[in-house]
């Protein structure tokens, strides 16, 4: 099974309208540098989707280089923030509903808890 979770911490960032899917590692890590002004080596996730909706990358920087995971839907399209160019983090449970064709925001779903101390 594929672990897109990094051993660090990490944030999720959505290049939200559409990417060229044609970018591969290099292309991806430009635009995330000079487009967005983020840092690629970061331990961030950074993904990316088509005009159709229907096809999505995700970048990141392990400790010896970059990965990139692709997923196509076969038969649906993704719920992809329509905005042109801009950046949106989101958060690990919003990137998990995105990849399974859910919308960013899911009114019915349970609200995240923060840990707490038992005393």
């Not at 290099?26 to 967005?36: H, N, R």
């Not at 920087?61 to 196509?72: D, I, M, N, S």
Request: glycine share 4%; with cysteine.
């Amino acid at each position: 099974m594929l672990n897109l979770t990094p051993s660090v911490p990490t944030r999720v960032f959505l290049a939200t309208g559409a990417t060229d899917m044609r970018n591969s590692i290099d292309g991806l890590a430009s635009l995330v540098k000079y487009q967005f002004k983020l840092d690629p080596f970061s331990s961030n996730l950074f993904v990316f989707c088509n005009r159709q909706k229907d096809k999505i990358k995700v970048l990141y920087w392990q400790e010896t280089g970059f990965t990139l995971w692709y997923k196509r839907l076969e038969k649906s399209r993704y719920k992809w923030p329509d905005s042109a160019d801009e950046i949106m983090a989101v958060s690990d449970r919003q990137l998990s509903w995105l990849l399974d064709g859910l919308a960013l925001e899911q009114p019915k779903a349970h609200k995240e808890v923060t840990a707490r101390v038992m005393f």
